[in-house]
């Protein structure tokens, strides 16, 4: 199991004027092994898009390391990180804010095929680009043609070709699904994991619920306004969920088969996120937790591993 790329307590403030920190990811730390899907999971707002684009180098970083094949991210050369960008991807939650209308689904997908100079000649970027549109499910025939004259389906997989048009190793999928009616959330995450083992990928998979990244990731870290809670293999989740915060999350998913009676009693969590300017002191998640005590208002629960590869941050079991 090789490490592929190692988030080491990482933060990301953002400085807004008067004083005031907005600490959007206030040290997170988790490693993603090659070829695996780690979910990363949380409310909007909780962090995770901001730790996707600080991993890909898109925002410095306030404190942390983020490691590539043990290489720091943001202490990369310009060629390293000219590599680091063809080597990690990024895909979307809306395809048609992120494709270009007045473009051919040929140019944007030859794009970074042409940025990268990969290939030399019109054909060989045209062949190219046919070879990913069937990747995806597409075909030649949709080469010529504009994002607006396709389904939110079909933006998405234009999204994923030009994704994957400079062979990447690593895809952080910002809620690729999201958008996407019911019935084609499943297509796509189908064809998610077609590509994934086709190609050797790895996936860091965001996500605001738990409902569908149950079935494509192989560990979960479940965040909370800038801190991770919990990090454990979906399983794992699903059968013991120990953070409180996890466990209103997995009894909000609706139960698909009538047929199964055990049904998780359902966790409302009173009050709203609070602020990420003013974050609670203690446990962050203290605001809203069912099971809070003193403590939490007074300690910042520790980061401890409660059973083998099964990380909490809380105070029922520090
Ligand atoms: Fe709830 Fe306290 Fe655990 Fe935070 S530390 S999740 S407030 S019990
Ligand atoms: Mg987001």
């Given at each position: 199991e090789k490490v592929l790329l190692s988030v080491q307590d990482l933060k990301r403030h953002f400085e807004i004027g008067q004083g005031e920190t907005l600490k959007a990811v206030d040290g997170v730390s988790f490693d993603i092994v090659k070829g695996e899907t780690f979910g990363l999971v949380g409310e909007s707002g909780c962090g995770k898009s901001t730790a996707g684009r600080t991993i890909l180098g898109l925002y410095n970083k306030t404190d942390g390391n983020v490691l590539f094949e043990e290489k720091n991210v943001h202490k990369m050369s310009d060629r390293e990180r000219r590599e680091y960008l063809k080597k990690v991807q990024m895909i979307f939650q809306d395809p048609y804010a992120s494709?270009?209308?007045?473009?051919t689904v040929l140019e944007i997908i030859a794009e970074p095929i042409e940025v990268h100079k990969l290939y030399k000649s019109k054909e060989e970027v045209k062949s190219r680009v046919y070879e990913l549109l069937e990747d995806v499910?597409?075909?030649?025939?949709?080469?010529?043609?504009?994002?607006?004259?396709?389904?939110g389906g079909q933006r998405q997989r234009i999204g994923i070709a030009r994704a994957l048009a400079l062979d990447p190793e690593f895809i952080i999928a910002?809620?690729?699904?999201?958008?996407?009616?019911v019935s084609v959330q499943a297509q796509v995450v189908k064809l998610l994991q077609r590509l994934q083992k086709e190609k050797g990928l790895t996936y860091l998979f965001i996500a605001h619920d738990l409902s569908m990244v149950k079935y494509i990731s192989d560990r979960i870290g479940v965040m909370y306004l800038g801190h991770m809670v919990e990090l454990t293999t979906s399983n794992q989740l699903y059968d013991n969920p120990l953070h409180p915060y996890t466990q209103a999350l997995l009894s909000a998913i609706p139960i698909p088969d009538p047929d199964i009676e055990e049904s998780r009693e359902r966790i409302l969590l009173e009050g709203e996120l609070p602020s990420p300017i003013k974050p609670p002191s203690g446990c962050v998640f203290r605001t809203r937790c069912p099971q809070a005590m003193s403590i939490c208002a007074e300690k910042k629960p520790v980061w401890k591993e409660q059973e083998a590869g099964h990380f909490v941050a809380c105070h029922l079991f520090n």
């Open positions: 494709l270009n209308p007045r473009s499910g597409l075909n030649r025939d949709h080469a010529n043609r504009y994002p607006h004259e396709f389904s910002d809620e690729p699904i999201s958008a996407l009616d």
